[in-house]
């Protein structure tokens, strides 16, 4: 056998190995599997696996996408004079409960985050306690960067709060999702070549698209245009929620067409 064929070999029964796939239950079972039968075998089933997985992920998308309409139109039906611009902190807490919600929904559903060594009742409670002290330390931070950034310190301090809390909401909370309260899994992610999955190369592209979303929205702000969306907080926030939702819709469709090219290993 080719010195390739044998590392493909290898490779594929290391990320059977490493997914608890039925691939390696097959290949143990089975001492009349050849080696090209097995490197076949292998990459039909990572091949559907990975199938599985984007389609999942896009649903998952669409559905969190979809709350951030709900939570825009909704409120429109029931709320008189409920606007985007007119009562802005009102669409940008119905946002951040909304995509809360759903993640926390979707992401329980799915079962992204990772397996955790003890179910004890004190051991999820303290999941549970680290979990909201990060969003809160989270909320803290952003408010703190955006006031360094310009932001009023006292004036309009419930506003830029406010975009905290959404900022929390989009990227933090997402982590949790998939990471849990676990500091090194995050640093992990967010340094160069360290996601292990799909769905850590998903949180990488939508963090990052909606803090790029909300830095940009602040470009307009100091233009004499008098335009509503020109009020503190209105473009910055809208600039994250635009560039969450573009995360939404990039991050499977670059996986997709990136996938030759993505190779997870375990760590």
């Not at 290949?27 to 990572?46: E, H, I, P, Q, W």
């Not at 955006?146 to 809390?165: D, K, M, N, Q, R």
């Not at 995050?186 to 939508?206: C, E, K």
Request: hydrophobic residues 50%; proline residues 3%.
């Amino acid at each position: 056998m080719s010195s390739g064929n044998a590392w493909f070999r290898n490779y594929c029964l290391r990320k059977s190995l490493n997914e608890n796939s039925q691939c390696t239950s097959a290949y143990r079972k089975s001492g009349s599997f050849s080696n090209l039968t097995f490197v076949a075998f292998c990459y039909a089933y990572f091949i559907i696996m990975w199938d599985h997985e984007i389609k999942a992920m896009a649903s998952s998308h669409a559905i969190i996408a979809s709350s951030v309409f709900m939570a825009t139109v909704l409120p429109a039906v029931f709320i008189q004079g409920f606007s985007v611009y007119g009562t802005h902190l009102l669409w940008l807490y119905s946002v951040t409960g909304a995509v809360s919600v759903v993640n926390i929904a979707v992401f329980w559903l799915l079962g992204i985050s990772q397996p955790t060594k003890k179910n004890t009742l004190g051991y999820k409670l303290s999941r549970l306690v680290r979990s909201c002290m990060y969003l809160l330390l989270s909320c803290l931070f952003y408010h703190t960067v955006v006031v360094l950034y310009g932001a009023p310190l006292i004036e309009s301090a419930l506003e830029t709060f406010s975009l905290a809390v959404l900022l929390t909401s989009l990227t933090t909370l997402r982590c949790l999702c998939v990471l849990g309260p676990n500091v090194q899994a995050w640093i992990r992610v967010f340094s160069r070549h360290g996601a292990m999955s799909v769905w850590d190369t998903s949180l990488q592209i939508t963090v990052a698209c909606s803090l790029i979303g909300a830095w940009l929205g602040a470009f307009p702000i100091p233009l004499d245009w008098d335009r509503p969306w020109q009020v503190w907080p209105v473009s910055c926030s809208l600039g994250s929620v635009v560039g969450y939702l573009t995360g939404l819709v990039v991050a499977p469709a670059w996986i997709h067409f990136h996938r030759k090219q993505l190779t997870y290993k375990s760590k």
